[in-house]
């Protein structure tokens, strides 16, 4: 079976970028009060926790033998306490780790949320928006935690292993150096099984990653599917990528238990030579049955964090690649920026194309030196053949997209002189496909204008005569409409979407094809909605059939990128030039 682009793992190796890493420490910087505060408990849980090998050797040793019971008690009451201040450091650490790990978190994915919004259309059509999510949820949260437990661990780890070094030298150094044996064969398990339960960890996150994109593009193509009948195929898509999920799963699973069990295993075999030359050296009489046993306390405590230090470079690599995909969807240039110094402009709807020259693919010209003026409240149809550059010139109204030469002004206003916002909340846009979102039909009006009052959302409707289907659904404006619109027909969709364009008072208006999929009897409907629409504004229409290009000022043939012919309907009629011919032909057709 063919493969396809969800088999795809994405490469996740990155070579240590310190760049990266201070880029991501900055989200980190802002939270060091917590950060602090963490490591701080951090680190007395972990000093503290230090305490109780030695009040039992002080037990065994001193107090037992002599018969002290008050200073036991003693004792009792200080272990109490260390216990007490263990738990309630470790509390807070977590707490503030936390706290820190989800801010981070959160600001991260605003930063991405943000600048995704920012992206163009091209963006969003080359890659699958399953992987896009991957990289605002999962990897992010990794890297949150890898910035806070991880980073904070490690030092305390680093320290840990120190203090314990320390206090076992101090308590015997001949029963030290006989656990330290251990340390070689630890190095061992961390250099070989290490690198492997890595490689099985990334396997598996990117087979995870195929698999959640598969599954939301199958959902959002669910109609798609069923219309081709494709659902055994993509089963089996489905149930390969879910296979490789498992698998990898097992593995890592697998590799991840190997790795205690071994340190289980040294820890047992050096604590039974640790007995062995603490039996020998009490049969001396050189130490007392107290030092055995704290020493035994402190080398069970001792391996763990070698095994963790050593996990550390695996992880900041991981933690480099998942930097790096991030940052790269951070650096992703927005096509479309405001240049510095523009500012928003109140618009009249003048607009005027000076030698425009349009390529969306460097050396292949779209528009070749388009040229022509529009005053203020004009109506312009614009015709020709598919692939003409019709589209693409209504998009550069709407700055979808910068010319390559020439200029474009909009009120004598060169168009990147006027900040984005501005600009587009000024701009009536309706194209072919009407995307509702879930929530309301009254929310889907009011989509562009959160402000707007009830009356004010009816009236749209009514102007743009979508009121009466409105009122006849069963609960009116309060109808619940399924993502995307599907439960409503594509004109009432349409009607919708002409009542959300209406209600934000646009300046220029962009009709782009908006009815050409629908049939000729709702297409007499949305005629009169968007006579509403046009009414006292800039408009630039593309469409075929509709009539109500009869009416406009101006008609402008486009083909091959260029005005071929211009004039009112009656002039190019009269002309009998290419609009007379494609008139003709639509006649021949009805
Ligand atoms: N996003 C795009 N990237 C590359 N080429 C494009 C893009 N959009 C349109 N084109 C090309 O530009 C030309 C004009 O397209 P368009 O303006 O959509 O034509 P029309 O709307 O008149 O049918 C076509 O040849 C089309 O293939
Ligand atoms: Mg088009």
């Not at 193509?221 to 489905?238: L, S």
Request: aromatic share 10%; proline share 3%.
């Amino acid at each position: 079976m063919a493969r396809n682009k969800y088999d795809i793992d994405e490469v996740l190796e990155a070579d240590f970028d310190s760049k990266q890493f201070g880029r991501a420490l900055r989200y980190a910087r802002k939270y060091w009060k917590r950060l602090a505060a963490a490591f701080a408990s951090s680190i007395a849980s972990a000093l503290i926790s230090l305490v109780p090998p030695l009040l039992i050797k002080e037990v065994t040793d001193e107090l037992i033998p002599n018969g002290n019971i008050g200073g036991m008690l003693k004792i009792a009451l200080i272990y109490t306490s260390v216990l007490l201040f263990t738990t309630l450091f470790t509390a807070i650490g977590s707490y503030m780790t936390n706290i820190a790990g989800q801010s981070i978190v959160t600001d991260m994915r605003r930063d991405l949320f943000v600048h995704l919004q920012k992206l163009p259309f091209q963006y969003y059509d080359s890659r699958p928006h399953g992987k896009i999510l991957v990289r605002v949820i999962n990897y992010v949260s990794a890297v949150s935690d890898f910035l806070t437990t991880g980073l904070i661990t490690f030092i305390v780890d680093f320290f840990t292993i120190i203090m314990i070094c320390i206090f076992m030298f101090a308590l015997d150094w001949k029963l030290a150096i006989a656990c330290m044996g251990g340390v070689p064969l630890i190095a061992l398990v961390v250099i070989i099984l290490k690198p492997l339960q890595h490689k099985a960890k990334r396997r598996y996150n990117n087979k995870s990653s195929n698999y959640h994109a598969y599954l939301n593009e199958s959902i959002i193509g669910m109609r798609i599917t069923q219309i081709f009948a494709r659902e055994e195929y993509n089963q089996q898509i489905f149930e390969r990528l879910a296979k490789d999920n498992k698998t990898t799963w097992m593995k890592r699973v697998k590799l991840q238990f190997l790795v205690p069990v071994f340190i289980e295993n040294i820890s047992l075999i050096f604590t039974c030579v640790l007995y062995l030359v603490a039996a020998y050296l009490l049969s001396q009489g050189q130490i007392l049955i107290g030092t055995i046993l704290a020493m035994t306390r402190y080398t069970s405590r001792f391996w763990t964090p070698i095994v963790d230090i050593g996990n550390f470079y695996s992880e900041v690599a991981e933690i480099g690649a998942y930097l790096e995909r991030i940052f790269e969807t951070m650096n992703e240039k927005p096509d479309i920026e405001s240049l510095p110094g523009s500012q928003p402009k109140e618009l009249e709807g003048g607009i005027e194309f000076r030698n425009c020259v349009f390529e969306y693919e460097t050396g292949f010209p779209v528009l070749n030196n388009v040229s022509f003026t529009v005053k203020p409240g004009e109506r312009i149809a614009l015709v020709g053949p598919t692939g003409a550059g019709k589209s693409t010139i209504v998009n550069l109204v709407s700055r979808f997209y910068d010319l390559t030469e020439g200029e474009l002004f909009l009120d004598g206003t060169e168009i990147r002189s006027i900040t984005l916002p501005s600009l587009r909340s000024q701009m009536g846009i309706m194209l072919q496909d009407v995307f509702l979102f879930s929530g309301t039909v009254k929310d889907n009006i009011r989509y562009g204008s959160p402000d707007a009052s009830e009356n004010e959302i009816i009236e749209a409707a009514k102007a743009v005569k979508a009121h009466d289907f409105i009122i006849q659904l069963p609960k009116g404006y309060d109808t619940e409409v399924s993502e995307r619109g599907q439960s409503l027909s594509a004109g009432q969709r349409q009607l919708i979407s002409f009542a959300r364009t209406l209600l934000r008072k646009p300046k220029i208006l962009i009709l782009d094809e908006a009815t050409s999929t629908v049939d000729t009897q709702t297409e007499q409907i949305l005629q009169e909605g968007i006579k509403a629409l046009m009414d006292g504004r800039t408009s630039l229409i593309i469409a075929h059939r509709l009539s109500t290009i009869r009416d406009c000022n101006r008609i402008l043939y486009i083909e091959n990128g260029r005005i071929a012919e211009q004039g009112t309907h009656d002039e190019l009629m009269a002309a009998k030039g290419k609009y007379f011919i494609q008139k003709l032909k639509e006649k021949e057709n009805v």
